[in-house]
């Protein structure tokens, strides 16, 4: 499961940041921004992993014991480190909405 979620990651990765480029070629720089946050996201999970994985775990101590923690990291890593990428990139599109949202709502009092 970890190879299959680093493989897509790296994927997209190279994907984003192609198509990053060809938006900054063409001078649309707010399809550029957008694509390289995307980028940056997938670029970020090795950071997020070190923060989410040990989050999840912490969250099933109480319900398995402490005893069981070696046994839950070894299943919950490669979940974890899949789900980062994906938790990520939900993120990055919710800031983007939120930044279309704003450009295209007309101004209070206008």
Same mark, same amino acid.
């Given at each position: 499961?970890?190879?299959?979620?680093?493989?897509t990651?790296a994927?997209l #990765?190279?994907? &984003?940041?192609?198509?990053?480029?060809r938006?900054? %070629?063409?001078?649309?720089? &707010?399809?550029?921004?957008?694509w390289?946050?995307?980028?940056?996201a997938?670029?970020?999970?090795?950071? &997020?992993?070190?923060? !989410?994985?040990? !989050?999840l775990?912490l969250?099933?101590?109480p319900f %398995?014991?402490?005893?069981?923690? @070696?046994d !839950?990291a070894?299943?919950m890593i490669?979940?974890g480190? &899949?789900?980062v #990428?994906?938790?990520?990139l939900?993120?990055?599109?919710t800031?983007?909405?939120? $930044? $279309?949202?704003a450009?295209t709502?007309?101004a209070? @009092?206008r």
């Open positions: 499961m970890t190879q299959i979620g680093f493989t990651a994927v #990765w190279l994907i &984003t940041g192609g198509l990053a480029y938006a900054a %070629r063409r001078r649309d720089f &707010t399809a550029h921004r957008d390289m946050m995307r980028n940056y997938l670029t970020f999970l090795a950071v &997020t992993a070190r923060i !989410l994985v040990p !989050l775990l969250v099933q101590t %398995r014991g402490a005893e069981a923690t @070696g !839950l070894t299943s490669p979940i480190q &899949t789900l #990428w994906i938790v990520n939900v993120v990055v599109e800031v983007i909405g939120r $930044r $279309r949202q450009v709502r007309p209070a @009092g």
